[in-house]
């Protein structure tokens, strides 16, 4: 997870998107997206960004299962809340199987992080 948030952040860095709260925010989607590879699908098989109008994150793994939003999240335990965070940090998210597993996107709007909030350093 650690090389997907570096490789995420230097991405963000060469696309002049990094000094924004909402590039805080796609790092911890990114992780999130990483995590349920691990957790669910035996980890990530591709990590890809692309950037134009929107940023688009795509997680590709070897799992047909596609995920699925818990109910509610249930306070104070683990597990349960990585889908409600991508829902609410993203302006789209969705999953599509393939022939060799499946691939989970999220996608933030590229004018987010080109004009959110500073981050302060």
């Not at 789209?92 to 597993?101: D, I, K, Y």
Request: aromatic share 6%; net charge neutral.
């Amino acid at each position: 997870m650690a090389k997907g948030r570096d490789f995420a952040r230097q991405a963000l860095r060469d696309w002049g998107w990094d000094a924004t709260e909402t590039a805080e925010d796609t790092l911890l989607v990114v992780s999130e997206l990483l995590t349920n590879a691990g957790v669910h699908a035996d980890g990530c098989l591709q990590l890809v960004l692309s950037a134009g109008d929107v940023l688009r994150i795509e997680v590709f793994d070897g799992s047909t299962t596609l995920p699925r939003r818990a109910a509610a999240p249930r306070r104070g335990l683990p597990g349960g809340h990585g889908l409600y965070i991508i829902e609410r940090l993203c302006d789209r998210w969705g999953a599509e199987a393939h022939a060799h597993g499946k691939v989970v996107w999220a996608e933030i709007d590229a004018a987010r992080l080109t004009t959110g909030r500073p981050v302060l350093r």
